[in-house]
Each structure stands twice: as C-alpha cells, then as structure tokens.
C-alpha cells in the first residue's frame, strides 16, 4: 500500500471478510485490510491461491483465515460464513469475486448467461445475506461490492458482463436502502482499466499497456492497490456518511469521451 500507518481508518481488530481475496484486486484488499489492524477472511473457489494468500498475511504477523468458498452456491456461503465466524462476526464485506466471459449476446448460451450472472450478482447477494446478518444484529456494518465502469459503459461482446456489474451496483443500493437504517452501509467501487490476472491476457499483445495507459488522463493502468485504497476507506468509520454511493476509480478514463472526437486547434500541444 501507498500508505504505512492506516490506523487513521479505524479498521484494527474488525473482522474483514474479502471474496475473490485469491488473486488481484481481491487480494490487495485482503492485504490492505490486514496492514490495517484488522482480522481477514479470504474467500476463494481456488483453494490453493486462497491459502497462498492467507499464509502470505500471516507471514507478516496478521490475522488471517482462508476459505474456499463458491460464492453462487448457496451451501458454500453458508459453510463460509459459519467457519469465518472462528475469527469473529464479520464487521465488514466486501464482494469482489468475479468472472469475465466473452461471447456476443446473439449466440451467447443462456448456460454462460446464468453461470457469470451466478457469480457476479446472485453470488454477491447470497454472501450480503449470510454476512450480513451479524452486521444487523449489531446495528453496524459495511459492505463494498466491486463492479466495473462496465457497468455504465456497455462492454460489446463480454456476455452478462456488463449486465452484471450494473446490477451489482443497484443491488448495493437496495441494500444501501433497507439496511441503512439497521446500521449496515452500502457502497461500490467501480474499477476502470486494471492489470490483473483476469484481465492479464489482454496485455499479452505487444503494445496494448501502452495504448491503454494513453487513454488514460493519468497515464498509467490501474493497479490493484489502487482499488484497495478506496475499498478500505468505504469500509471505514471515515466513510460513515457515505452509503449507496458509486466509487468510479478509472484515472479519469471514463471522461475521455470528447478527447475521442477531432478538433483541429484543440488537440494537445495546442
């Protein structure tokens, strides 16, 4: 993390549950929240990365627990949640775990359409019940769901992608809704261009990166540890009167939009 001393966050000793906490962003936050002070519970369908990252987190004298956890199969959050609770109740949520699948909508199987929309929307609801109920009880919780600026910009060709992620980001609100008042915020953070291991295929072609990053007002891909930056503040007390809001976190890139269009005299260098 950019940032040694996060205890201004106020996330020591609270119990963090992070899916898709195996790999990329799902780990960063998982680290994240563990520089933080606070217990992790890493939920991943591949045990061995799970693990991997869990022994990693201990290694530097942090509380972690994994689990491997399929989160569209119901039995499996329920299992989760009972084994995380060797930790604690969970004080905090965050829904990361993801797939992305390619197909246009025309030929797409409906059992590709239902498998992403499993994992990426049921899978982000079933884990808000199950972890979420120790959050209510208590009268305070956050969660965070990771979407994408997929989820209002349509991505061409990805299946249930984009339909996916947009409802994820009205799925937190409802949540932001009913449990506000229970003391249970709701919030999304919306990744733009980041290098991952789900997204490392595309940077496999020469030039790609460098394409990507001019499209970018900052200049450069995201990183996990950029995403994480932001999950750990919404998860956090600073973030007390944020609840049902979208956290677009793209360098910019969602605003390009008029850059796009030519306008001789107006160009860059100009």
């Known amino acids: ?8 966050l106020g996330l020591q000793g609270r119990v963090c549950v992070v899916s898709g906490a195996g790999s990329g962003i799902g780990r960063a936050i998982a680290t994240g929240m563990a520089k933080a002070g606070a217990s992790v519970v890493l939920l991943d369908k591949d045990r061995a990365n799970c693990e991997a990252a869990a022994d990693a987190l201990r290694a530097t004298g942090a509380k972690a627990l994994a689990v491997a956890c ?19 109740p969970c004080d905090v949520l965050v ?61 061409g060709f990805s ?23 229970l003391g249970v915020r709701s919030n999304v953070l919306s990744p733009g261009l980041v290098r991952t291991p789900m997204s490392e295929s595309f940077y496999q072609t020469p030039g790609v990166e460098e394409r990507r990053a001019a499209a970018i007002p900052v200049g450069r891909v995201g990183a996990p540890e950029d995403m994480a930056q932001v999950v750990l503040f919404l998860a956090s007390d600073r973030a007390a009167y944020v609840n049902g809001q979208e956290i677009v976190t793209d360098g910019g890139f969602a605003h390009m939009l008029m850059s796009l269009v030519p306008r001789p005299g107006f160009e860059r260098g100009n």
């Open 1 to 8: 993390m950019a940032q040694d001393n996060l205890d201004w």
């Open 159 to 181: 299946g249930a992608y984009s339909v996916s992620k947009a409802g994820v980001v009205m799925l937190s609100r409802q949540l932001a809704v009913e449990w506000g008042p």
């Open 70 to 88: 399929d989160i569209a199969d119901p039995e499996s959050v329920a299992a989760a949640e009972q084994a995380s609770r060797a930790i604690g």
């Open 95 to 155: 829904n990361n775990a993801g797939l992305l699948r390619p197909g246009p909508l025309a030929t797409l199987p409906l059992a590709e359409w239902n498998l992403l929309l499993s994992v990426n929307l049921t899978g982000y609801l079933l884990c808000a019940q199950a972890f979420g109920e120790a959050m209510i009880e208590r009268g305070k919780g956050a969660i965070v769901h990771t979407a994408s600026i997929a989820a209002s910009n349509a991505q």
